[in-house]
Every structure is written in C-alpha cells, then in structure tokens.
Nanobody, 122 residues
C-alpha cells in the first residue's frame, strides 16, 4: 500500500520561503516519478514540479527559478523548496507518485497524499 504524507505547510509573508516534505511509505521512491501539485478554491489542480527516475526535473512556468524539487532516496522523502513566495502561490499542495513514464510526463499521477496548506500574505 502506497502512502504519501506531506508536511511543512504554513503561513508566510510574500517574499518568504517554505520547504515542503513528503514522506513515502509502502515502497521506495526509486523507480517512481514524484511530483508536487497545488490547488486553490475554484481552480483545477495544477502540476508544480516533477522529479523523474533519472533525477531530471520539470517545473511549471509560474514557479521556475523560485521552486526546487528534490528527493532523498535513502529516506524516501520528497522535498519542495519554495522561495520568493507570492500570494498567488497560496493553496493546498499535494505530493504524488507515478510508476508509468507516459503518465508521469502527462502530469497524470496515480498515488496522492492528503495535502498541506500554504498561505502567502501580501
């Protein structure tokens, strides 16, 4: 049973930073594509960042240069370092995992965490 548990959300002022973590249980992250998504009320969930099996990364245009996705394979933890935060970055952030390459590159993930809230005030 795959289980993903996010942590690290909170409230911060614009320009500040947060680091999200996602602990994976029931499997190792190696061999999976891992990602972060976010959702705000009234909007569809959007992909924020992905880290692929080979260590390559991909970012949404809105976060490029500000967010960094990384993972500690030994500890089965995924991270999202978020810098220069703006109110538009507020929302629920979800950790996700996917084993299939084609699904991963299409931002279609199969396993999801429960989410952690990020609030950025101006």
């Amino acid at each position: 049973q795959v289980q993903l548990v996010e942590s690290g959300g909170g409230s911060v002022q614009a320009g500040g930073s947060l680091r999200l973590s996602c602990a994976a249980f029931g499997y190792t992250t190696i061999g999976y594509c891992m990602g972060w998504f976010r959702q705000t009320p009234g909007k569809e969930r959007e992909g924020v960042a992905t880290i692929f099996e080979d260590g390559g990364t991909r970012y949404a245009d809105s976060v490029k240069g500000r967010f960094t996705i990384s993972q500690d394979n030994a500890k089965n933890i995924l991270f999202l370092q978020m810098n220069s935060l703006t109110p538009e970055d507020s929302g629920s952030y979800y950790c996700a995992a996917e084993a299939r390459w084609l699904e991963c590159i299409s931002w279609r993930f199969n396993f999801w965490g429960q989410g952690t809230q990020v609030t950025v005030s101006s």
